[in-house]
């Protein structure tokens, strides 16, 4: 199978052939890839994809941890509606990488 892994300082994207990713080096393991038999091309647009909704939910935490630090000053500051969507960005940020299809990661909201 092949193993499109995208370095992200770069943006080149390696392939490799592998019976899974967890058969790469460790070295690869945090890099965003896709596995998959589809074209170099189509790999570059999903791992250009999930690297956008990556980066869109990282900078939402980021804005948004003054609320923290609020909270521990004045308790109770927090809104709900932050902290939950604080969770959601987490979630997303660890399903983004299994998602390796297009359509899938066309579920992702973009109100990041």
Known sequence: ?????????????????AE??????????????V?????EKTAKKIL????ELIKSRNSYLSSTDWHIAKEADEPNTYPQ????????????????????TLTALNTFSNNF
């Open 48 to 51: 250009d994809k999930q690297e």
């Open 81 to 100: 509606a932050v902290k939950d969507k604080r969770i959601l960005a987490r979630q997303e940020i660890n399903q983004i990488p299994v998602a390796t």
């Open 20 to 33: 899974s990713y967890e058969a790469l080096s460790k070295n690869f393991r945090q890099a965003p890839y």
């Open 35 to 39: 596995q998959s038999s589809a074209s």
């Open 1 to 17: 199978m092949k193993i499109y892994i995208k370095n992200t300082d770069t943006n080149e994207i390696s392939i490799f052939e």
